[in-house]
């Protein structure tokens, strides 16, 4: 079993910036799939970014340029910058671990842009 608890969520106004954590109970030392997913009111749960055991990242084509993963194997946490955020970027964002074996999610986190 691991547990992930995400953090940094909150309400911020267009244009601003948050930072997400996603804190590990084991370490992310050579864990393959460390992700942010997101998912709106009414929508299907949806791929922010991925970052690999190697530091290979990939994001969504919607925040590409805007978002930012990274990991902190010795704090066993993966962070999202999230920088020049949209109305449409409003969602739980959900953090998860996937090392070859099943999947495990956070409890997610409540990210609200508005004015």
């Known amino acids: 079993q691991v547990q992930l608890v995400e953090s940094g969520g909150?309400?911020?106004q267009p244009g601003g910036s948050l930072r997400l954590s996603?804190?590990?109970s084991r370490s992310l030392f050579n864990v393959n799939h460390m992700g942010w997913y997101r998912q709106a009111p009414g929508k299907q749960r949806e791929l922010v970014a991925i970052i690999t055991s190697g530091s290979t990242t990939n994001y969504a084509d919607s925040v590409k340029g805007r978002f930012t993963i990274s990991r902190d194997?010795?704090?066993n946490t993966v962070y999202l910058?999230?920088?020049s955020l949209k109305p449409e970027d409003t969602a739980i964002y959900y953090c998860k671990y996937q090392n070859w074996g099943p999947a495990y999610w956070g409890q997610g986190t409540q990210v609200t842009v508005s004015s």
Do not use: S
């Open 73 to 75: 194997n010795a704090k």
């Open 22 to 24: 996603c804190a590990a």
């Open 81 to 83: 910058q999230m920088n």
């Open 10 to 12: 909150g309400l911020v």
